[in-house]
């Protein structure tokens, strides 16, 4: 499998360019072209039951488009619905702990389930839920705005706003901080903030530079002004 990536960071397309019997697995609706040689199949991916749980408690699609090469060389190109960048990574053993939403697509070697993200995760207002990703292979991340990667190596310790966040490596200990502290969060604008540290292993944060969250508050009181309310 080979991902090529064009259309810059505001409106990212990839073309994944597959061998015979090869075949990679999206979210629907997210094929834009595609050439000659591929086959297409619709699955509830790892069965009725996880398909479930992605829908109702991490509000993911319940299908999911499986795309197989019948041909060497044959190709699919996709794209996310909202403008954005979309990046590439490898699953791993240790796996990839991925916000909803995020997940464009994936090798077929790679396992995605719905796992409890905890209180924190809500508190961060990311909801109860996350998707846990392992195995072999792509895994494409879909991000509002461009995408960076930070390593963090053991005993370093990194503060993210939650809006920002994208997935990580699960052995990183995650806490919960008011941002300056009460006083100051009052009058900045900041709130709770993710602190990540690297305790026994390296780790890896993958960040959005914009924030859902901030655009809604923004639409919002656009949109009362508008309805008059």
């Known amino acids: 499998m080979e991902i090529k990536k064009t259309g810059g960071e505001a409106y990212a397309l990839v073309y994944v360019i597959l061998n015979h019997g090869e075949s990679i697995i999206a979210e629907n609706g997210a094929m834009v072209a595609m050439s000659a040689g591929i086959e297409i199949t619709v699955a509830a991916e790892g069965g009725i039951g996880k398909s479930i749980g992605r829908k109702i408690f991490a509000d993911e699609g319940f299908f999911f488009t499986r795309f197989t090469a019948h041909a060497g060389g044959a190709w699919v190109a996709l794209a996310p619905k909202f403008p954005g960048d979309i990046f590439t990574t490898l699953a791993t053993s240790e796996g990839l702990t991925i916000q909803t939403g995020s997940m ?126």
Request: proline residues 2%.
């Open 104 to 229: 464009l697509g994936h090798g077929e070697d790679v396992e995605t389930k719905v796992i409890y993200a905890g209180v924190k995760s809500a508190l961060m207002k990311e909801g109860l839920t996350a998707i846990q990703a392992n195995g072999e292979g792509y895994i494409l991340l879909s991000t509002y705005g461009a995408v960076e990667e930070i390593n963090l190596v053991q005993g370093q310790e990194l503060n993210i706003d939650s809006g920002h966040l994208v997935a990580w490596t699960p052995s990183l200990k995650l806490d919960l901080i008011l941002a300056g502290g009460l006083i100051n969060q009052a009058f900045s604008g900041e709130g709770i903030v993710a602190k990540f540290t690297a305790v026994e292993n390296d780790g890896k944060i993958i960040i959005q530079t914009r924030s859902e969250q901030q655009l809604f508050q923004w639409l919002t009181p656009m949109r009362n002004e508008n309805s008059g309310g």
